[in-house]
């Protein structure tokens, strides 16, 4: 088995290193391997560090083709295609999953600031690249940040959402799902003075168990995903009117081995072979 990782992550993240030891445990051979160098034959390959994949979409999209095409991928091309563009938020929505009034800005619209926040109805906003993990190139805007906007807009496609508050109050939950359902579950809190939750701005972790409602909507945002998965994870926000989905992560997401004792083995299991 291949476990596919970038360049700067060669022995595979940390929190990967409970998956590695349960694929050892249960008699796979598990090689950590660059996804930009040469992928060798082997009888399935995972996704896993691949963070750096939103620098070079195209050639990641490519490379994933190709491993679909020699060896049983998890997960596969078709549903990594699907995820890999943030307007998959859309079909979720058109199937009743609730998430943030959003808008698809694309690259060179000529509407300013302003007026994109006017159309969300709302005086703050997070925008962020359509293509685009961890937060990179994610910033809040309020009104009177045109040049920033201007220079974001002209740079790329664009995926605003209405700001959600109670991300501050109360975190972002990460769900993790495997094949055979739920397996656990984190919050994740932002830095004072930030609003993103991820660890590389500054965020903190930690487990929690969400209660049966908010694992019924992640369940629900998964229920509708058109094509096939063996790992899933589902972030989003509680608020007063109930939960909010701000992501479906099916490409490369943190897991959260570390802090979920057995988790690693109950992927595994899900796995076969």
């Known amino acids: 088995m291949l476990l596919l990782t970038a360049a700067e992550l060669p022995e595979l993240h940390h929190d990967d290193a409970p998956l590695l030891a349960a694929l050892v445990a ?11 160098g040469e992928i060798p034959p082997a009888d399935m390959a995972l996704v896993r560090s691949c963070w750096d994949y939103t620098e070079r979409p ?3 999209l490519q490379m994933i083709d190709e491993v679909d095409r020699r060896m ?5 091309a078709v549903t990594i295609r699907w995820n890999a563009d943030k307007r998959y938020l859309f079909a979720l929505a058109a199937h009743g999953v609730p998430i943030p ?3 698809h800005v694309r690259q060179g619209d000529g509407r300013s600031l302003a007026a994109v926040l006017a159309a969300l109805g709302h005086g ?6 359509l293509v685009g993990a961890s ?3 994610t910033w809040r805007a309020r009104a009177g940040d045109e040049k920033q906007w201007r220079e974001a807009v002209a740079a790329r496609d664009l995926l605003v959402q209405r700001f959600v508050p109670e991300v501050l109050s109360g975190g972002e939950w990460s769900l993790v799902f495997f094949a055979d359902g739920y397996s656990h579950a984190v919050v994740k809190r932002a830095a004072r003075d930030e609003f993103r939750v991820q660890v590389e701005h500054g965020g903190m972790v930690e487990v929690a168990e969400p209660t049966a409602a908010v694992i019924a909507a992640a369940r629900r945002a998964l ?7 063996r790992y899933a994870r589902v972030d989003g926000i509680e608020t007063a009117t109930g939960f909010l989905v701000m992501e479906v992560e099916l490409i490369e997401p ?3 081995f570390e802090v979920a004792p057995g988790a690693a083995e109950r992927f595994v299991a899900t796995l076969g072979g």
């Open 135 to 137: 937060g990179i190139d």
């Open 101 to 103: 009034v959003t808008l």
């Open 223 to 229: 229920s509708v995903i058109p094509h096939p998965w």
């Open 254 to 256: 943190e897991l959260f």
């Open 72 to 76: 049983p991928l998890w997960n596969p």
């Open 26 to 36: 249960a008699g796979w051979r598990a090689t950590p391997t660059i996804w930009t």
């Open 58 to 60: 195209s050639a990641f």
């Open 124 to 129: 703050e906003a997070v925008v962020k690249p």
